[in-house]
């Protein structure tokens, strides 16, 4: 048998004292060998980023590593020097995070960062250190090779980021690359193209890999082995044909259960008078020109109509870039268009001044990505789901029978109102950020990209939440996602938006079944462990 790459053995990691718990990670032993993917799968607080941290020398302050050894090359890696971790890093043990944009430096263009890995290891001569740049943007497949070595990260895309952050981590040819959760932020495409270039890369160069993520969908595509751990414990273990096809655990198979399926609804059409009727809206970006240079247009929204009745979900989905969240934020005029009508009960929201728009605000809310940056840390949730109906002209006594009636309704309990919002997981917040849209007595709620960043039985807690809301309240909901798996267990129809248009709309069953134009084949053609075809 090939000896491993990286053997962890017994391995514990403590948390500060006062925590919800003494251990991160709890006596937890694994191999990874040389040329296999193993996929460490659990759902946030599991423990498999905080491992990942602890071979990388980034264990945030107060938490230290407790008991056990991490063997790599012979030597425990855990108890390296910070001089042998740092040699270590980059050279022999690589890592991608999950935000790029957030581990590049936004000030360097992409090919200095590049080259920084090789003068951080005293590697190779300045023209050296830019040739080998060039070599491995073009080896992760970036386009314009030429272009992407002087362009800064802001001016790449999501999936490009993540392939130059991939070329970094590629730069000395490490031996162990761990990813954790690099594509969970991706569009289906992109993702699919970044789960290839692991794939190949793995092949070509016969690194080891620990990935990291909470999508069965992806481990179906790339794992060799995985791991599923809970609360710092390694639950379940096998190869990813024995874990997805008969798990054995009752927490693997609650987190199988979990994911949106292929299987795809039939549902009824949707009758009622509409809650939201878009048309022929457009919104132009123009940057950039000067003398004798026109400026640079993006279509961000191109002559789209389209309607969503009272009680409908219709469902956006998309690629990064395709418009859709634009037109999100137009319907609720975060975006202002410059064409078009947007008539919400029959008020054209395009058309209201500063002073009517404030007036009319209440009849469409948005449920965002992320409910923490949404809420202001300042304020207890009790003026979070007040402050907007007062200013409406509800009484304060009123507004605060209603917040806890709210809160109740989203599943929290109304003596919730009186704790802040970093008491409160992820997915109660997403819950929160509900119940603060329904407090204004919408039309239309706008959810974009709502539960995007949740675990899967968070998610699916979300959604069937979702499902209660607007069967009980008749809530019309314009969902937005690059999740087709989730799209379609929530929507009654899909509208696909690509590069600015509307491209197909039509029935979930029949989009999903039966889609019409090559880019939605395409979009369903990349989902992850993707089966559809079925209906149900």
Not at 448 to 469: F, H, Y
Request: aromatic letters at 4%.
């Amino acid at each position: 048998m090939t000896s491993p790459t990286l053997s962890i053995e017994r391995l514990t990691i403590d948390l500060p004292a006062g925590a919800d718990r003494q251990f991160a990670v709890h006596k937890c032993s694994y191999q990874i060998l040389k040329g296999e993917i193993l996929c460490v799968v659990g759902e946030s607080g599991s423990g498999k980023s905080m491992t990942a941290n602890a071979l990388m020398g980034l264990l945030p302050s107060g938490v230290k590593v407790g008991a056990g050894r991490a063997m790599f090359g012979g030597k425990d890696i855990l108890r390296l020097s910070e001089g042998d971790q740092r040699a270590m890093r980059g050279d022999r043990v690589a890592m991608i995070f999950q935000e790029p944009m957030t581990a590049l430096n936004p000030l360097m263009r992409i090919g200095d960062q590049i080259a920084e890995v090789f003068a951080a290891h005293k590697r190779h001569s300045p023209a050296q250190r830019r040739a080998r740049a060039l070599e491995l943007i073009t080896e992760v497949g970036l386009p314009d090779p030429a272009k992407i070595i002087r362009a800064y990260p802001f001016q790449l895309s999501g999936g490009q980021r993540q392939r130059a952050m991939i070329a970094m981590a590629l730069a000395l040819e490490p031996e162990l690359l761990i990813a954790d959760e690099p594509t969970t932020a991706l569009d289906v495409t992109t993702q699919a193209q970044i789960l290839k270039l692991i794939l190949d890369l793995r092949d070509r160069r016969g690194m080891a890999v620990m990935f990291i993520t909470h999508d069965f969908g992806v481990v179906e595509e790339i794992a060799d082995r995985v791991i599923v751990m809970r609360h710092g414990q390694i639950v379940e273990a096998g190869t990813a044909a024995d874990v997805l096809q008969d798990p054995q655990h009752d927490y693997t198979k609650a987190l199988l259960n979990a994911i949106p399926s292929g299987h795809v609804p039939q549902s009824a059409p949707v009758t009622n008078a509409p809650a939201l009727q878009i048309k022929s809206l457009n919104k132009v970006y123009r940057t950039g020109g000067g003398f004798m240079k026109p400026p640079r247009e993006v279509r961000a929204i191109d002559d789209i109509s389209l309607t969503i009745a009272k009680g409908e979900v219709l469902g956006l989905v998309g690629e990064s870039g395709s418009g859709k969240s634009t037109l999100g934020r137009a319907v609720v005029r975060l975006v202002t268009p410059d064409s078009g009508q947007i008539l919400v009960g029959g008020t054209d929201m395009a058309a209201l001044n500063d002073a009517d728009l404030r007036a009319a605000r209440h009849k469409v809310q948005m449920v965002f990505q992320d409910p923490y940056a949404s809420l202001n840390p300042r304020h207890k949730i009790m003026r979070a789901l007040t402050d907007g109906p007062i200013a409406k002209g509800v009484s304060k006594a009123d507004a605060q029978a209603r917040a806890r009636e709210l809160m109740e309704i989203v599943g929290l309990g109304a003596e919730a109102v009186d704790r802040f919002p970093h008491e409160f997981s992820g997915g109660q917040r997403q819950r929160i950020g509900i119940a603060r849209a329904l407090a204004m007595d919408p039309e239309l709620i706008i959810a974009d990209e709502a539960v995007s960043a949740l675990d899967v039985s968070i998610q699916a807690q979300v959604l069937n939440l979702l499902r209660d809301l607007r069967a009980r309240m008749n809530l019309s909901i314009l969902f937005i996602t690059h999740d087709l798996r989730v799209a379609a267990q929530l929507c009654d129809r899909i509208a696909v938006m690509q590069k600015g248009k509307l491209v197909e709309i039509g029935q979930t069953s029949e989009v999903f079944l039966r889609p019409q134009h090559g880019y939605t084949q395409k979009l369903l053609a990349a989902v992850p462990g993707g089966d559809w075809g079925k209906t149900g």
